[in-house]
DNA sequence: TTGCTCATGTAACACGTTACATGATTGT
DNA sequence: ACAATCATGTAACGTGTTACATGAGCAA
């Protein structure tokens, strides 16, 4: 239900074509909610079909025709009233891949986790780097008036510096823990010098 | 891919029937990966046609049946394969209602925000506490030799207790974001005795 | 000429959720 | 009497991913 809703939202601000909002995606909200543009297109299809939203061709000469998409009253509705009620349960569960793979860390071996954890960390930060000093969207968008008013009103809605203060305090947290879980392995049995404890050892 | 590799590393350890398997998710390993019933028998199904798992009925005779699983050689090597290849990108794409829920915050109004961070708040401080002091399992299920061993290992386990850390820390750093944004809310736009400016502005 | 951007879509698959059906045993 | 636990499963639906098809214009 929440795809759904992040378009009916989009589309609540302006007229878009699936592309667009695919770009919008991409470039203003990554670190909050990203999706395919196979599964944008078959969303607005079945919203289409459920009169939340209507489209138009508007046609192009030198590119592809655009098919844009418009929220309806119902629409609006529909948004409204997803966005009044508190879900029961905000705190979502967790299926982390990584957090799998530590899970058999004892299994993987230590130079596995190390590689792993290494990898991790460099990813945290160039996302922590990215939150911290968002680049300027709107230059690179020149002739996109939508993408330049996306950044302009986001960068001075209170809620969305709440969402950058999230992505900034989640990041440093996790790399302080890469970090600190990189250490202690370094730490300790670092030198197996002696054949007589490895780093993996067999369970029971 | 996860669910599946989840399963033969448990299986790993241990024969089981799917029930257990599902017990093991919901108890140990519940802020790392979750799974329904239906999901855990599906894979196993796939898995006994893939040849990765074997299944053999045991009898009881007061509780059903059970059709305990045990890893295969061919299992053993593909959950290794995954194990031991290291994947590129391992910060995970979030998806989170709470976020999206946020960035339309100036829609939802004060109110709805305030009550939907109290909300989640209270929450994540419930599993920050019990991440902290972990429940006893084994006093749970005295007549479960699986689970006793499962919190055990992962009592001593040096990446479980990495795992742990990251969940602490993690959660730490989500409290403090959500109180410093309730702070933020009722710091400020508190007051609005002259109609000038209210909570709720409507976009261009 | 190779590949990127713009633009729309289909098909198949993988993964996750919800509801339902069945039925004995045990605890409040 | 009612609910929970143990136990296995099916069916339908919802959501996310990957691969493919098509095609003009533009830049290195």
Redesign the pocket.
Known sequence: ????NALLGLLHAAPM????IK?LFDESIAFIW??????I??EL?LLERELLVTSSIEP?S???????YSITDSGRAAFRSWLLSVPDVLAM?K?DELMLRLFFGSMAGEDVVREELTRFLSQIRRMNAAVAAPPNIAERYPNNPLMARADRVCREDRYCGFLRKRALMTSEALIQWAESCLEELSSKAAPTEDGTASSREKES
């Open positions: 239900m929440s795809l759904r074509n699936g592309y667009a770009t990203q999706a395919e543009l196979s599964q297109y078959r299809g192009q030198d590119r592809p025709n655009k098919r844009v569960p299926r």
